[in-house]
Each structure stands twice: as C-alpha cells, then as structure tokens.
C-alpha cells in the first residue's frame, strides 16, 4: 500500500545524507540481517545488489569471502564515489534502481536490503528484477513488515499480501519487524480452463502477451463450442497450445463415457489438428473407459488429485503452475485476476506439452 504521495528519494536527496555519513564515519552495518541474506545465497554467485549504499553488506560479504562476483548499484554519486575509493576490487555504479543497465539474465542473486519501500515504481522494479536474474536465479530482499520501521523516506508499507503480489510465488516469511522476501525465477505453466469461441477472452490474453513477451498459455478448451476453423486459426499463434477440456463440457460427462465414446471423441478432435494430446475431464471427473482410451492414445491426463493410468504421464498442478480460468468460475478469472496475470512477467514459460517429451 503506498503511504505517501510525494517521493523524498531522489539523488539529491540521498547524495546529502551519504555526504553527512562519510563525513562523521556513519556505518549502516547490521549483521543479524546481513547474517539472514547471507544463508539464502549460493556460493558461487554472480550477485547484484541495488541499493548498496556505502557497501556495508559487499564488505559484510567479502570479510567472509563471499564477494568475489560483486556488483551494487546506488542512486547516490556521492555513495559510489566512496565505495570506488574504499573498495576497488568490486563494481559500483550509479543508476537508478527502476532501470537495471545489465543485459538479460545475467545475475545468479539479486539483494534489496530496506530498497522496496523507497520506490517510486515498484512493478517497473520487479520487472527489472526478474529479467536480469539467470532463471533459476533468486531475488533477496528484506523490507519493513508493515511499516513498523517508520521512516519520512518510506512511500510503500508491505503486507505479506502485498509482496506475493509483486513477487508471484515469493518464500517469505516475518522476522519482526521485516519481511523476508525469497523469490526464485523458474519455468512457470499458465493454463486457463472453459475457452470457447464464444467465451475466448482473445483480447485479455492479447493484451497479457504484451505484457509478458516470452508468455506461453496452454487453454483447455470445450470443442463443442468451437468450430473447427476457429480452431485452427488459434492454433497458428505460436505462444498458445489448445488442450481437450471434455466434449460439450456438460455436468459429469466424461464420468459415463464408454471405452468407445472417448475413443470416438479423441479421434475427432484429432482430426482437426489442432489439439495437443491433452486432456482434462470437466469437474475432474472421468470414467474408467475414458482412462483407458487417454493411456492407448497416450495422453497427457490433467487430474486433481493425481490419477495413475499405467505408465502414462499424469499432469498435476503444483508450485510451478499458475491456473486460471477465461471466465470468473472461481475467483480466478483472467480479467478479474488480469494484474496477478500480469505479476508473472520475468519468469520463463513452459507449455504443458513440454514438460513430458
């Protein structure tokens, strides 16, 4: 939530505080939070921290050998004109935090220490994050939880809420009074249940494609509902794969289905050439004819909870997805969820087809 309005941190402003430090020998040093990032850090590393400030934390870190791919960033001349003096092995620059001068995926680690709540732009700030974190790669940041460490220079206070929304799928946790934030950048599926040709949302997931460049969205579709050549012209977008979401997509259908049903709906969906050998059954509920059909075929079966078809390869949704559906079914609706949708930008993606060739 942002407390404030009118932004203090400009380099002008911190340029005068950092000037007052070095001249009266001012340490920012805090080892117990030092001492919690330095755990959450492999070694070796190629590490960015944005916000060094006077290089307490790459001293913290080079005292215990640990900072020998090092480089901080600073809004403050005056900052980086004493750490370049104090520590000329490692690299520093001044630049803003909003746009990291760093090509993609070059940093194994990113460090905020006490940076988030300064921001002016905080999405434009995680998106710099993840696109030059290595994927695999992690983000560390320790903010104040809640605002409980009050400060004329904070403009945001964060809620555990608040940092999973700008960090899908952060490991965080409360060391009162911080937030630690722990975010690993990492293949991600999206999938979205009940598209249709009616009901297809096209320009919601137009528009998130925009916003994340490298999108790849697999849609469980109702073919009943579609027709053929509609299929095939959203199969010619090469970041969306169409998946088998049932038949008509009634109550149960799949529940009642013959060995012989199934096998008649597979092949004429097939026919199409359209669809990915994937297959979820509407409510989750199939019969035992349609798990045999899907193993002779070789399907992937999405099924919660996991069912065990033989030796076939069962699709379950965990840590790694992100499900949703084109309408608000259950308050995950594209366009009611549009900006979690969007919170993803960063991480590579994979469609579900990927995951078992």
């Known amino acids: 939530m942002r407390i404030k309005q009118d932004n203090p941190n400009t380099p002008e402003y911190w340029d005068k505080i950092y000037k007052n430090e070095i001249a ?7 080892f117990n939070r030092f001492s919690i990032i330095e755990k959450l850090i492999p070694s070796p590393c190629k590490l960015l921290e944005i916000g060094c400030g006077k290089g307490e934390f790459y001293e913290f870190l080079n005292n215990r050998n640990k900072a020998s791919n090092y480089t901080g960033i600073e809004i403050s001349k005056e900052a980086i004109k004493y750490n370049k003096a104090s520590f ?13 001068p760093f090509q993609d995926n070059l940093y194994d680690v990113v460090v ?5 709540e300064h921001l002016e ?12 974190l290595k994927p695999g790669g992690k983000f560390i940041a320790i903010t104040p939880h809640l605002n409980k460490v009050d400060s004329v220079e904070h403009v945001w206070s964060f809620s555990l809420e608040d940092i999973n929304n700008l960090f899908q799928g952060t490991h965080n946790k409360i060391i009162d009074p911080y937030i630690i934030v722990e975010w690993i950048k990492q293949d991600l599926v999206v999938d979205f249940d009940d598209f249709s040709e009616k009901n297809n949302k096209l320009d919601l997931l137009k528009k998130l494609k925009e916003k994340i ?4 969205v697999t849609l469980f579709t109702i073919p009943a509902d579609c027709s053929k050549e509609f299929c095939q012209e959203i199969n010619k977008l090469d970041w969306i794969e169409l998946a088998l979401h049932g038949d008509t997509h009634t109550h149960l259908e799949c529940s009642i289905w013959t060995k012989k049903k199934a096998l008649e709906v597979l ?9 990915k050998k994937i297959f979820k059954p509407p409510f989750w509920a199939g019969s035992e004819g349609l798990y ?9 079966l999405a099924q919660t909870p996991t069912a065990i078809i033989g030796d076939n390869i069962v699709y379950k949704l965990d840590l790694k997805s992100v499900h949703g559906h084109i309408q608000n079914v259950c308050n995950n609706g594209l366009e009611e969820k549009f900006d979690y949708y969007k919170s993803l930008r960063g991480n590579s993606f994979k469609f579900i087809s990927e995951l078992y060739k």
């Open 24 to 30: 009266k020998n001012i340490r920012r040093e805090d």
């Open 88 to 100: 000329p092995k490692a690299h520093f620059l001044q630049n803003t935090p909003h746009l990291v």
């Open 112 to 116: 905020a220490i006490e940076v988030l």
């Open 121 to 132: 732009d905080l999405e434009l700030f995680a998106n710099e994050v993840k696109r030059v």
């Open 213 to 216: 460049s490298n999108l790849k």
């Open 267 to 275: 092949n004429k969906y097939e026919s199409w050439g359209c669809f």
């Open 292 to 300: 045999e059909a899907l193993a002779e075929k070789n399907y992937i």
